[in-house]
């Protein structure tokens, strides 16, 4: 059983389109963190966000704690944005506590 | 100020060795995870270390140990080697713990033969 299911595995877009990443979570958290990883295996964290709504650029990351539910939106997709994007959960603030990852969804924008 | 560093980068060992992966957090900050990652498990948590105490640990085999510095440096050994210890070991950085803002290394790809 997987703490943090992502959904589509796989995506491919035009440039320019909408995208939508989702995440579902079964665990208690302290905050849901949205990563990216490019070929090469460097992560960086694109948002961590316990409530509401987060927009930075032309990304947006929502969460629905009573839904346990999450949705990274890429508006206006660019080539550059082809990564690997990663749902993770912590479950645990500053005590220390397990820390869950999707899956992973392959994102390929093509020009 | 400087990122996470991670050296080595790249590292091939035997079955049966031992090895060391080191990491260097961002100054200040005193929680390190180490996390493993490979094409078929996917990203885990291999445990937490925060001012030179292990707070948490995943699911893996006592063979991986770690410890944590006075420096907040890292280390994390894994002795008795096997083949499906090949992985991208990565370690990420924050001021608090899991629950904050993770900043992540460039990883040690650890190939064993």
């Known amino acids: 059983k997987n703490e943090v299911e992502q959904s589509p595995q796989n995506l491919t877009a035009q440039e320019g389109e909408f995208i939508t990443i989702n995440c579902s979570y079964s665990?208690?958290?302290?905050?849901l963190h949205w990563l990216q990883q490019h070929p090469g295996g460097g992560i960086v964290s694109l948002f961590m966000?316990?409530?509401g709504k987060k927009k930075h650029g032309r990304l947006i990351a929502t969460i629905n704690i009573q839904e346990k539910h999450s949705s990274l939106h890429i508006t206006a997709s660019h080539p550059r944005d082809s990564a690997v994007y990663i749902c993770?959960?912590?479950?645990?603030?500053?005590?220390?506590?397990?820390?869950?990852f999707g899956t992973g969804t392959s994102l390929t924008v093509i020009p | 100020k400087a990122g996470v560093t991670q050296t080595p980068r790249y590292l091939i060992k035997t079955r049966g060795q031992q090895v060391t992966l080191s990491c260097s957090p961002i100054?200040?900050?005193?929680?390190v995870s180490w996390y493993q990652q490979t094409p078929g498990q996917g990203l885990q948590f291999l445990f937490e270390?925060?001012?030179?105490?292990?707070?948490n640990k995943g699911n893996f085999p006592g063979r991986f140990s770690g410890r944590q510095f006075s420096n907040s440096r890292s280390e994390m050994n894994v002795s008795t080697l096997e083949l499906g210890d090949s992985a991208l070991y990565l370690c990420?950085?924050?001021?608090?713990?899991?629950?904050?803002?993770?900043?992540f290394g460039p990883g040690t790809r650890l190939t064993v033969t």
């Open positions: 993770a959960v912590s479950s645990g603030l500053n005590t220390g506590n397990q820390f869950y």
């Open positions: 990420a950085s924050s001021l608090y713990g899991t629950g904050r803002e993770q900043y």
């Open positions: 966000l316990s409530s």
């Open positions: 100054s200040g900050h005193r929680s």
């Open positions: 665990v208690g958290i302290s905050a």
């Open positions: 270390y925060f001012s030179e105490t292990q707070r």
